[in-house]
């Protein structure tokens, strides 16, 4: 009875959850989608990945890098004709969604920000960023 508890205690601890940005409302299937998994329970960092999906031409994992399991934060920029940046801390991925690719340089700022991938409470959740209008 102990290892059925302490079984489930186990899974319970670890994380796996994503979350998504759909950059076209009328297009449900362009999406980039930030996916954060915890290997093992007593670990206290995640592997994030980022999956692109602009179908039919695109879908494609990448992995980012491992961080922090309740600490994940990633600014999305979008530097226009589907080339978005993610930037965590001085970390910097560009990627393409109309053929896939991951640049190996990321070019110029990235654009502008459109949101942010973070844990809120224990989730991961997109947040858009608030533009204000110009004056």
């Known amino acids: 009875k102990i290892l059925i ?4 205690l186990m899974l319970t601890a670890c994380v796996d959850d994503t979350a998504s940005y759909y950059p076209d409302s009328a ?16 670990s206290s960092n995640s592997t994030v990945e980022l999956v692109m ?26 530097g226009g004709d589907n080339v978005w940046t993610l930037r ?3 970390e910097m991925w560009q ?20 949101g942010v991938f973070r844990v809120d409470g224990e989730k991961l959740v ?10």
């Open 5 to 8: 508890v302490l079984m489930s």
């Open 27 to 42: 297009n449900p299937e362009h999406v980039l989608t930030v996916h954060r998994s915890q290997k093992y329970f007593w």
């Open 53 to 78: 999906q602009h179908l039919p031409q695109c879908l494609r994992r990448i992995e980012l890098q491992e961080m922090p399991a309740d600490d994940v934060e990633i600014e999305l920029l979008s």
């Open 88 to 90: 965590a801390g001085s």
């Open 95 to 114: 990627v393409e969604t109309q053929s896939c690719t991951q640049y190996p340089d990321v070019k110029g700022d990235g654009g502008e920000l459109i």
């Open 126 to 135: 997109f947040e858009a960023a608030v533009l204000e209008p110009a004056q």
